[in-house]
């Protein structure tokens, strides 16, 4: 088996001790920020950026997925002792979790959401390793007008089918797309949207943006509702180790959950919310004691959790066979790869196989180590949760202006960091997503690249589009997926209204 | 950068969607602006099947017949969730910390950036509601010292040095950095 043979070499790649340490940093990093409120993953990697320039691309990106997986095993921690979701994937955990701390079973659902995020990482792992060389085999026949189609899938997807208003999402993905054009046209050499600012002649980077919204923005807006309200971290109770009857109701659910968020993971579409939410539901539906569900279930922790890292693992299959980043984290790793050079997309696989096997065997290992970090050494990450909000705050501030200022020394840089924050405080308390613009900064020069090339290539044709098979079919779906959710809603109402006449007579 | 959909917002008041209304009209003007921008591209002597207006007009168009969209929301209520509208922010700790933030981007050119950080720092924390500047200027200023050595050093990014890096720099390492 060609794909085993690969992920050997790869091993042997992610098993020196170099790789190994910045695996261990990668992950103890990634628990620690997905602990602490107000920090993620993709403002992390953002900062982090510049070690580009310092290490070979393995090591970076060995380190960047420690950093992408811990934050999903930190973050749950966070949701059941703090019950303040640091990330929209984790909501559905605080749900049941919480609730299990507040009875005395935090062990528990500490437990059962590290072994599930285990299971569901290593799955998805798996997943990785065999999907990814069959995506690529399928992606080798892609041209650019193919692609262009799916960078427009994964606009409409990523923007009007998650979050809560199409409206919305888009006019935020133009707003990245607007930033990402902005400076000088590769192809032709002419300045755009640069307002005669000389500083802008390079485009506007992608950490300022990232950190501006996601930092600055962050604690705004927690600021302004902050009030001095303490939050509750319930304290540590019950045994880690989880009864029979707990790993009996457990299992069952990790596996689905893995079924669930894989999948959809791997989809252009993406995003963790849709699968964990779908998690949640199935548990309620099959339990076989649906009344605990809201006082806390442990199924209800054990499914979404397992979905959530299952779709963290999906995400990296459309980035790393096609380019296509479908959340914010997977974008600024795309940011990186666009640093050193190199272009993920099915040829990665031939020209960097063994940046690409080295990274699939390094999440194995890296899975490994987060269950140690979480579970044994749960204690470090509970003493976390108590850094005072006022101290995290200022220091999370402070580190996103040395990782603005650091950059080019600009004061420009700094007020573009503080006035992203401010847009990404507004966008926060009028309900905006914010993953769509960097997304769109992201992904939009790309777009647009394809473009031109697939204009090129037709000679001016633009309905070749519409005529190539793959690209037309991409284009159907991606219309699908912007009319289709409305379709549906209207098909809904009117069989509730029928419903209703039928009852009525 | 000239921001129309930062500037306006203030206070959303009950009842009416005012802040919907700004955000929508500064979509529109976002996107008016970048129509009059694109305009000011140049088109290439270089041929090229699109050139390079194509997509920036295509992506001003997008964001206009948003911001109608938006527009048409906003005039019928607007659209923030119930809960975020009756939420009155906190004005005094978002001043504290906009303060921190122009005293920083003022400052960290002349003084260097441990200064400046402190100084943020211990507004920010202010703004959280910590009642004891003394105990966070400190925490803030081994806070600024370990990013500037640690993190900076490590990643080879260069911050602006000012008095106090270069002096502890000099004591630590007994030179003095030109």
Known sequence: MNAFDQLLHGFAVALTPVNLMWCLVGTTLGTAIGVLPGLGPALTIALLLPITFKVDPAAAFILFAGIYYGAMYGGSTTSILLNTPGESATIVTALEGNKM?????????????????????????????????????????????????????????????????????????????????????????????????????????????????????????????????????????????????????????????????????????????????????????????????????????????????????????????LGLPTSATAAIMLSAFQSYGINPGPLLFESQATLVWGLIASLFIGNVMLLVLNLPMIAIWVKMLRIPAPQLYAGILVFATIGTYGITQSPVDLILLYVIGGLGYLMRRYDFPTAPVIIGMILGPLAEQNFRQAMTISAGDWTVFFTRPISATILVLALLALAGPRLFGLWQTMRLKNQALAGDS | MPDPTGDPV????????????????????????????????????????????????????????????????????????EEEREARPDWQALAWIIAGLVLNVALIGPLGFTIASVILYVCVARGFGSRNPLRDAGIGLAFAL?????????LGINIGAGLLENWLESIVFGVVPS
Request: include cysteine; proline fraction near 6%.
């Open chain 1, 101 to 321: 701390a507040r009875n005395g079973r935090a062990g528990a659902a500490l437990a059962t959401s590290a072994i599930g995020s285990f299971v569901a990482g290593t799955i998805g792992t798996l997943g990785i390793t065999f999907l990814a060389p069959v995506v690529v085999d399928w992606a080798l026949r892609f041209g650019p007008a193919d692609y262009f189609a799916l960078m427009i899938l994964a606009f409409v997807t990523v923007s009007a089918v998650l979050g809560s208003s199409a409206t919305r999402g888009l006019a935020t993905l133009f707003l990245g797309i607007f930033l990402g054009l902005i400076g000088v046209d590769l192809q032709t050499g002419q300045a755009r949207f640069t307002f005669g600012v000389p500083e802008l002649l390079d485009g506007i980077n992608v950490i300022i943006v990232a950190v501006g919204l996601f930092a600055v923005g962050e604690t705004l807006y927690v600021a302004s509702r902050y009030r001095s309200g303490v939050d509750e971290i319930i304290p540590l109770k019950g045994s880690l180790w989880m009864t029979r009857e707990e790993w009996g109701r457990s299992w069952k659910p990790w596996l689905r959950g893995t079924a669930l968020g894989f999948p959809i993971g791997a989809m252009p579409a993406g995003g963790a919310e849709i699968p964990t939410f779908l998690s949640y539901y199935v548990e309620k539906k099959l339990s076989r004691k649906p009344e605990e569900f809201g006082h806390g279930a442990i199924e209800g922790v054990a499914g979404p959790e397992a979905a959530n890292n299952a779709s963290a693992a999906g995400v990296l299959v459309p980035m790393l066979t």
């Open chain 2, 10 to 81: 203030v206070a959303p008041r009950g009842g009416f969607a005012v802040g919907e209304l700004c955000i929508a009209l500064g979509a529109i003007i976002l996107a008016a602006v970048m129509v009059w921008q694109v305009f000011e591209i140049p088109v290439s002597p270089l041929y090229a099947q699109v050139g390079p207006t194509v997509m920036p007009f295509f992506a001003a168009l997008g964001l206009g017949a948003l911001g109608v969209l938006l527009l048409l929301s906003a005039v019928r209520g607007g659209w923030q969730p």
């Open chain 2, 146 to 154: 370990i990013a500037y050595f640690g993190f900076a050093k490590t």
